[in-house]
Nanobody, 128 residues
Framework: VQLVESGGGLVRAGGSLRLSCTAS????????MAWYHQAPGNQGPGIQR????????????NYADSVKGRFTISSDNSKKTMWLQMNNLKPDDTGVYYC??????????????????WGQGTQVTVSS
């Protein structure tokens, strides 16, 4: 399974962006899809990616406190696509956003008894 993110860019504080993540390859079922944020300068061994939000295969969403009320996750399992609508963006939202999918199928990696894949990331820059 390969994941491709798109929709990143440069925006002023208070602006909006809509990120997309589309999966290709064989997916029998989706356990959960999530967006992760990697802050600038956070690279190398032990890099940290913070989960921004997630949506289960059944459509249940969960968000980090920092984005509640500003970000909305949606998905279309039939299209193997997930979106992240980002409103009222803040400079602290700057970073690379990664898509992660866990489920059953031809995934690259394992997460417990589930397969998982990561996208290559899309850059979001919010200017003050």
């Amino acid at each position: 399974v390969q994941l491709v993110e798109s929709g990143g860019g440069l925006v002023r504080a208070g602006g909006s962006l809509r990120l997309s993540c589309t999966a290709s390859g064989n997916i029998d079922s989706i356990r959960i899809m999530a967006w992760y944020h990697q802050a600038p300068g956070n690279q190398g061994p032990g890099i940290q990616r913070d989960m921004v939000g997630s949506i289960t295969g059944g459509g249940v969403t969960n968000y980090a406190d920092s984005v509640k009320g500003r970000f909305t996750i949606s998905s279309d399992n039939s299209k193997k696509t997930m979106w992240l609508q980002m409103n009222n963006l803040k400079p602290d939202d700057t970073g690379v956003y990664y898509c992660n999918v866990q489920g059953v199928g031809d995934f690259d990696l394992l997460y417990g008894s589930w397969g998982q894949s990561w996208g290559q990331g899309t850059q979001v820059t919010v200017s003050s």
